[in-house]
């Protein structure tokens, strides 16, 4: 285990992820964690992250200097870095101006371990104000830039290394490079963590915590949930009930596919709860977006709870909860009580009744990052479409229909949707797009057919490119696929008579209509 000791800088997440694409195990923990609490956890090695302040302002994130004594490797970034010097006595000073962007690093000691296979100059990235202008004793400099004269320093003896730059970035050529060293080189870790034994030990433990008892879990047919079924169903077959609620908002034909997929290739119970006429007579003449969204989040837990009541005793309750919601959330693992979890959604947060006590929670996924869980999906034999599927709204289309939703709208999108799926699947395309579908805005617009006029809806398709999507771009759609995909609707799908494509990024739109 490594640990990622987070001083609140933007990029602690792809530190973490980068980490264990070496295949090393590593956890990251505010900086407000005691000493004892991470000696406790025998890490290999300790990063410290950047982050945003000085170390000169006494309200920064600061920590205790015994953490260079305790003779675990210490790998500083940035802030991080400036830490170290700063708890060791050297001199940090503030530049007159930052150093931001991609720039040259000089290694003046290439015999460093850090810089194994690193040449002595490649591109980093860097962006800070503050910087190291004499390490503390016992500190060599061993990398600089033209304007960072400490660019990267060492001390052998306490194993404690740092750098000014990024190394997670990718724009830094050898990033990944120099962590791997650290890791491999300075912490001597074996780089051991894949997920064959991942889905191993998982299995063995799930089997040791759930004994005789019984598992529910709530399948949204989501990547998360599907593979939390998965590793659950391998560990405990048929003690396990996944609970799926088909809200009748779902793509063309994708309840069935979930459907078919859990109760013919996983050993399990399954129940599937169909509800769409339900929601339809909830949502009837209901217009504003918030207030459907609160509809549908209400009605389905209510379904989801009503389901699940009775059987709670003597059961655990099982949910697809992974690494980033947990550190997003500040939470930290669930604490094992039901009735404090949380449930996960994406935009509502729903509280376990309290007349429903299971005998704990179950996270099986709570330490994987979404890359990582995609891998256990695939090689636990989950079909690619599930594991690589874009995210959906826990609303469904319901957030896709502008204005009152009914179950003509529903099956008029479902088909135009479907189409654009099609064709982005037969030119290859959905592999670049991190999200696409159809909009109907419940617009009529004028159109001709044959020698007839046409008065009927518009629909509009959205796709977007994004790592993470609170900022996305449009994506740019070769018009030859977007004539094709508008033709096939036009011609395919009764009551649409234009199609437009939103060339709005993020800000200022959002990815959903509503
Ligand atoms: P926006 O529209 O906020 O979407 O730019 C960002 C991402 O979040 C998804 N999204 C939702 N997911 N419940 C969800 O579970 C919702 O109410 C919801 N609204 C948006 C959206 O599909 C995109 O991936």
């Known amino acids: 285990l490594v640990v990622i000791l987070d001083f609140g800088g933007q990029y602690n997440q792809l530190i973490a992820r980068r980490v264990r694409e070496c295949n090393v195990y590593c956890e990251i923990k505010p900086y407000t964690t005691p000493l004892e609490e991470i000696k406790a956890l025998h890490p290999k090695g300790i990063i410290f992250t950047g982050g945003p302040n000085s170390v000169f302002d006494m309200s920064s994130p600061h920590y205790t200097k015994e953490i260079l004594e305790i003779g675990v490797p210490i790998l500083g970034i940035c802030y991080g870095c400036q830490l170290i010097a700063w708890m060791g006595d050297g001199e ?21 371990a850090l810089f194994r296979d690193v040449p002595e100059t490649s591109i980093v990235w860097m962006s800070h104000t503050d910087y190291i202008a004499t390490p503390p004793e016992g500190y060599q400099i061993v990398g600089k830039t033209n304007d960072c004269p400490c660019a990267a320093m060492q ?39 894949v997920m064959d034994n991942f889905i191993e030990n998982t299995v063995a433990a799930l089997r040791e915590k759930i004994g005789d008892k019984k598992v529910i879990l709530g ?48 050993d399990m119970n399954f129940v599937r709860v169909n509800c769409g006429e339900l929601f339809m007579s909830k949502l009837k003449g209901v217009t504003d977006p918030e207030e459907k969204r609160k509809i549908i989040g209400t009605e389905f837990y209510k379904v989801f709870w009503n ?148 008065y009927d809806n518009l629909v509009a398709i959205r796709a977007v490119t994004t790592d993470d999507f609170m900022t996305a771009d449009w994506a740019k759609i070769p018009y030859d696929i977007l004539a094709k995909v508008s033709n096939r609707i036009t011609n395919e799908v009764e009551h649409i008579n234009r199609v437009v494509y939103d060339i709005t990024s993020k800000p200022p739109g959002t990815v959903e209509w509503e």
């Open 307 to 454: 389901e699940i009541r009775g059987q709670a005793e003597d059961g655990f309750f099982a949910q697809g909860t992974i690494y980033p919601d947990r550190i997003e959330s500040g939470k930290g693992k669930s604490d094992g009580k039901a009735n404090t979890a949380v449930i996960k959604t994406h935009h509502n947060m729903a509280k376990m009744p309290d007349d429903i006590q299971f005998l704990g929670v179950i996270e099986p996924l709570g330490d994987l990052f979404k890359d990582e869980v995609r891998e256990v999906g695939e090689k636990l034999g989950i079909p690619h479409e599930l594991v690589w599927r874009q995210p959906f709204p826990g609303p469904g289309l319901g957030v896709r229909i502008i204005g009152e939703i009914t179950a003509e709208k529903v099956k008029i999108l479902q088909e135009a949707d479907w189409v654009l799926r099609d064709e982005m699947s037969k030119n290859g395309y959905e592999s670049q797009l991190s999200q696409f579908f159809c909009v109907l805005p419940g617009v009529n617009t004028v159109g001709v057919m044959g020698d007839h006029r046409t």
């Open 92 to 112: 940090v000073k503030t530049a007159p101006v930052s150093e931001y962007g991609k720039i040259e690093l000089q290694v003046t000691d290439p015999a460093s």
């Open 219 to 266: 399948l949204s047919g989501g990547v998360d949930s599907s593979v939390a079924a998965g590793l659950l169903s391998r560990a405990v077959g048929k003690q396990l009930t996944c609970v799926f609620v088909d809200q009748g908002l779902m793509r063309k034909d994708e309840g069935d596919f979930v459907e078919q997929t859990f109760t013919t290739m996983f």
């Open 155 to 193: 001390n052998t003896e306490k194993k404690i290394y740092a750098v000014q730059f990024h190394p997670e970035v990718t724009h830094s050529e050898y990033g990944k490079q120099i962590l791997r060293n650290f890791l491999y080189e300075v912490c001597a870790c074996s780089g051991d963590w």
